[in-house]
């Protein structure tokens, strides 16, 4: 964090020579982000697509005594604790939590402890200009989110440091607990929103300022990165989507009068849980191949992924049903190749099936219940016209 531009690249640094790995499935590593043409807006954070893995990030703080500080704090680390402290209020549902342990050895680069300390220098390294601290990260490689192995926070010695809480003007010194707060948040994974064009009131913006406490986009940031939905798109929960899907099973069958003769390697159960979750990546901002490989990884064992950002208030528009297709291709192909599934016999074909769950979710997430859902697909199934949402 610095002054004022920290586009100088100083903070986060983020080096995996030694420790990386080699990816096991590097075709489905995730290498960018496009958002399709849908119509609702986004809002959104910025993130080092690393994070650690649950369980307790330890860091070591020796930053040493200090005497008046304003804010009342007994000591440089008492200040930076309240930062950790901060930071574990919001992330109960990540799985991840800091803890703060005192230390007095000289840290390495790496040692495998994450160390928060005063230095002249970043391990050897020239502090940029008007930097104030740094946030220098090493990681394992891993399929889709990397793994954080260590992370070290190095305050800059020549700078004058204070704690309090206010404008950062208040004193002829930078409060070191805001920058604290921001450099931990380099830690769990976070970037800069404002170097992504993202104008939001955030404490991870490049840019020090009267922001003294996290703020939304910040713990939005955070929550998403650790894979817990923080987007107000009320998804349905999976056993209703099942229903649905079995539902129209029935009616394909009964009112459609469709032979059984559609092969497949995803069954019932691989569809109503897989395609609600792609559309979630969708409609958070990922483009369609980027949605599908992140699904993949899900199925891999990898975790949930991050999306790639959040919907704003208003009506939620789904993408071309094209898109729909081709994912259902990939995840068919994803079954029988990789996870070695035989054939599963259906009486929907791969465009029934693109459209009409995609149909019911989109009923769903606009505030329809599941009798209603159902209801308003069937009408459209046997003629009677697309029906309205039912909210926005």
């Not at 993949?296 to 949930?304: A, E, F, M, P, V």
């Amino acid at each position: 964090m610095s002054r004022s531009d920290l586009s100088q690249g100083q903070t986060p640094v983020v080096r995996h020579a030694q420790m990386s790995k080699t990816a096991r499935m590097a075709m489905l590593v995730v290498a960018g982000v496009a958002i399709i043409s849908v119509t609702h807006s986004l809002v959104a954070f910025n993130l080092l697509e690393r994070r650690w893995p649950p369980g307790v990030i330890t860091m070591e703080l020796q930053l040493g005594p200090a005497d008046g500080l304003h804010s009342g704090a007994a000591s440089w680390d008492d200040c930076a604790t309240q930062s950790l402290v901060e930071w574990n209020s919001v992330l109960g549902p990540t799985g991840v939590s800091f803890a703060a342990i005192p230390g007095n050895r000289t840290p390495g680069a790496p040692d495998t402890v994450n160390s928060v300390f005063f230095a002249d220098d970043i391990f050897g390294t020239p502090f940029g200009e008007d930097v104030l601290a740094v946030a220098q990260s090493w990681k394992f490689e891993r399929d889709g989110i990397d793994e954080t192995a260590e992370s070290d926070v190095i305050f800059n010695k020549a700078e004058a440091f204070n704690c309090f809480l206010g404008p950062e003007n208040s004193y002829a010194a930078t409060d070191l607990q805001r920058v604290a707060t921001h450099e931990f948040g380099h830690v769990l994974g976070l970037a800069h929103p404002d170097e992504a064009d993202q104008m939001v009131p955030a404490i991870m913006n490049a840019f020090i300022s009267d922001i003294d406490r996290l703020q939304l986009d910040d713990i939005n940031g955070a929550l998403t990165l650790y894979g817990v939905a923080v987007t107000g798109i009320p998804f349905p929960p999976r056993d209703q989507v099942l229903t649905f899907f079995l539902a129209l099973e029935n009616e394909y069958r009964d009112g459609l009068m469709r032979q059984q003769n559609n092969p497949g390697f995803v069954d019932a159960e691989g569809s109503a849980v897989w395609f609600p979750e792609w559309l979630r990546y969708v409609l958070n901002g990922c483009s369609a191949t980027d949605a599908a490989s992140r699904v993949l990884l899900q199925i891999s064992g990898q975790g949930i992924q991050p999306v790639c950002g959040v919907v704003a208030a208003g009506t939620i528009l789904f993408p071309p049903r094209n898109l729909s297709v081709d994912f259902l291709t990939t995840l068919d192909n994803f079954y029988r190749d990789d996870l070695g599934r035989g054939v599963v016999q259906s009486f929907i074909d791969a465009e029934g099936k693109a459209v009409w769950l995609q149909e019911y979710l989109r009923y769903r997430v606009n505030g329809c219940g599941l009798d209603d859902a159902l209801a308003k697909v069937l009408q459209q199934i046997r003629g009677g016209g697309i029906a309205p949402v039912c909210a926005t």
